[in-house]
């Protein structure tokens, strides 16, 4: 779900015009003269592949990765497993129960969990992974590393070999905790564990079935918006997330290229869900898939823009920016609460990494060489990735 940018390829735009122009004439009686046709016809839909078609493939080959990379696709086999057969309910064990009951108990709960799921869950993250990140960055960041103005957000900044190597190792770690973590979710649901997941459409009321997916989708996001703000204080910032901003110009392998620490809390915030509020499977995993699809789009520091149904969510650039300029749009997928908080990026300010809390430095405090420095990162900014073509910041 993301406008993919367009490669430019236009026709001679003087080719033919005058002579097109001319033959538009229309009788008296309201007759289109024959020349009409021509001009009404003379879209040629052979002579390239149409653009829906690779903006399809591409948006299915992220929305794989998204739902592979953290072993996230073997939850869903999970929940579909468990909505299929006749599990029983999950009984605690009794809190007076000896170490050996509890251990059978946990056993019982993790049955298949090594080698079976954690096996699969990682071989998969890792196939696609490196296959689909792999094929994203070949594609833009090597064959089209000549004409970056036409999908860079920062066309005149690339990460060096050495962080890209960085990124990849940090991003590798991380999605191997994400798969083991999502292997023993899966091992949890398939064999009766605890779950507030339902199957059954309309189990807690119509009018809940409803209302479930945005209520928990707004919920998560806003809580994933203040761990991120969280993160940004200074203490935390140095010793944990500025690992995940050595990244300035941010690539699809940035997204879990994030400290262990701080990618298990923001699993958690996901899984708590799973746990503490009725949600129909469908609704749950669907969500997921929305928020792991748009995690790569966001890092992909490609220009990608949402599509009409999506008022909700900010483009790409809109997290780029937060690369950009570190303490500022601290939202993923909603906007809205960056503009209630007074973190959003505001054309009056300046950012830098050394300013913390989300709300920049006002120009009129800066000095002469910060005021330099943030007009060439402006500049660096590509109008592309901006609705209307036009960077809205200069």
Known sequence: MCQVPSNNLTSDPGKGEGTKMQNIKQSSGGVVGAGQVNVLLDKDWGARIPEYVSSGCLSFLVFVMGITMRGDWLMFFAHYKRSQDSVPL??????????????LWIQERFAGLWPTYIVAATAVSYLFFFGIGGFLHLRYYVMQRNNPEDWKCQPNKWLSSKEEIHEIIVGWFSLTIGSVLSACLATWVINGGYTTIYYDFGQYGYLWAVLELPFVFLLTDYITYWCHRIYHLPFLYKHFHKLHHTYKQPTAFSVTAIHPIEFLNIQSIYIMPM????????????????????????????????????????????????????????????????????????????????????????????????????????????????????????
């Open 90 to 103: 999950d009984i605690e064990p009794n809190l007076n129960s000896t170490p050996s009951t509890t251990a």
């Open 275 to 394: 746990f503490l509020i009725p949600i129909n499977a469908v609704s749950y995993c669907g969500m997921l898939c929305y928020i792991y699809y748009h995690g790569i789009i966001d890092h992909s520091g490609i220009t990608f823009k949402k599509l009409w149904f999506q008022p909700w969510q900010p483009d790409c650039i809109f997290h780029d920016n937060h690369h950009q300029y570190f303490h500022v749009n601290f939202g993923f997928n909603v906007e809205l609460w960056d503009k209630l908080h007074g973190t959003m990026r505001q054309k009056n300010r300046i950012y830098r990494e050394d300013t913390f809390y989300g709300t920049g430095k006002d120009i009129s405090e800066a000095s002469r060489d910060e005021l330099h420095e943030d007009d060439l990162q402006r500049r660096d900014e590509n109008p592309l990735a901006y609705q209307d073509n036009k960077n809205k910041y200069l």
